[in-house]
């Protein structure tokens, strides 16, 4: 395929093995009926296979010699031409009466801009499989105790199940890429959170995290939160913030919760 020189601002890296574009199809494993949302298609690669696979696929580009091509080479495809982190999702829902699919290789500049509004609209998608720079996907995924857990990697495990796929290399792409790529699936939680409770679990994580080889106490003390005492949170104050779990997040979540008087984030 002749590529449009990719254009830098827009982070394109563009997919062409086709080795690599079925293990991803593989992993998103596409049915007839469901409502696939694609980011960033970039000359449709991978959207050429998803287009044949599923009855409903919208995709979203935000560069136009690259909406252009699609709209020239895929019959009647529903392309946005915009930026997918100004799009509406209810507007794109209202016809639909199914939760999103999401899957894209996203800009990696754009990767927790893309991921907050994923959270934000948590409740309007089912999952999401996504292509990230792989030390990204590391602390995406991570699990407490070793040292990619993160913020990232708490907000992704409160609102969905990760998995880590598979390593990609940088050989793959046009332009070449000089780091690793790697593919994610996200499994959507269905959570009914307040904003207010959204806001404050954020804030938690953001504090515990702030001063990261500080023990707990010392990180909190330090933060927005100096003025609270969490020593009857019921959890242990000398961890560092890397030994706690998502639900010791909510827990002092809640427990900040009880003491200004707003109602608790539903726990499982």
């Known amino acids: 395929m002749n590529y449009d020189f990719p254009k830098k601002r827009f982070g394109q890296h563009f997919l062409?093995?086709?080795?690599?574009?079925?293990?991803?199809?593989?992993?998103?494993?596409?049915?007839?009926?469901?409502?696939?949302?694609?980011?960033?298609?970039?000359?449709?690669?991978?959207?050429?296979?998803?287009?044949?696979?599923?009855?409903?696929?919208?995709?979203?580009?935000?560069d136009q010699n690259a909406a252009q091509?699609?709209?020239?080479?895929?019959?009647?495809?529903?392309?946005?031409?915009?930026?997918?982190?100004?799009?509406?999702?209810e507007k794109l829902m209202c016809d639909q009466g199914q939760k999103l699919r999401v899957v894209g290789n996203i800009p990696y500049n754009l990767t927790s801009p893309i991921l907050f509004k994923l959270f934000e609209h948590n409740n309007l998608v089912k999952d999401a499989v996504l292509m990230?720079?792989?030390?990204?996907?590391?602390?995406?995924?991570?699990?407490?105790?070793?040292?990619?857990?993160?913020?990232?990697?708490?907000?992704?495990?409160?609102?969905?199940?990760?998995?880590?796929?598979?390593?990609i290399s940088p050989n793959v792409f046009f332009p070449k890429p000089k780091v690793h790529s790697a593919l994610i699936h996200l499994y959507f939680r269905?959570?009914?959170?307040?904003?207010?409770?959204?806001?404050?679990?954020?804030?938690?994580?953001?504090?515990?995290?702030?001063?990261?080889?500080?023990?707990?106490?010392?990180?909190?003390?330090n933060s927005i939160f100096s003025k609270i005492?969490?020593?009857?949170?019921?959890?242990?104050l000398s961890l560092r913030a890397e030994n706690l779990s998502v639900q010791d997040f909510e827990i002092l979540t809640n427990f900040v919760l009880s003491k200004t008087g707003h109602s608790r984030l539903p726990t499982e």
């Open 16 to 62: 062409q093995d086709p080795n690599i574009l079925n293990k991803v199809i593989k992993e998103i494993n596409p049915c007839r009926d469901d409502y696939i949302l694609e980011i960033g298609p970039g000359y449709g690669a991978l959207t050429q296979k998803l287009f044949s696979l599923t009855d409903s696929l919208t995709a979203i580009e935000i």
């Open 69 to 89: 091509h699609l709209r020239e080479t895929i019959k009647d495809i529903d392309l946005i031409e915009g930026d997918f982190l100004e799009v509406e999702f």
């Open 132 to 167: 990230v720079q792989y030390e990204v996907a590391k602390r995406i995924t991570a699990k407490k105790n070793i040292k990619d857990y993160g913020i990232l990697s708490v907000l992704t495990s409160f609102y969905s199940e990760s998995k880590f796929c598979f390593k």
């Open 190 to 221: 269905d959570l009914m959170i307040k904003e207010e409770q959204k806001k404050l679990f954020i804030k938690i994580v953001k504090a515990a995290f702030g001063k990261r080889r500080k023990i707990l106490k010392n990180s909190l003390s």
């Open 229 to 236: 005492d969490f020593t009857g949170s019921g959890i242990d």
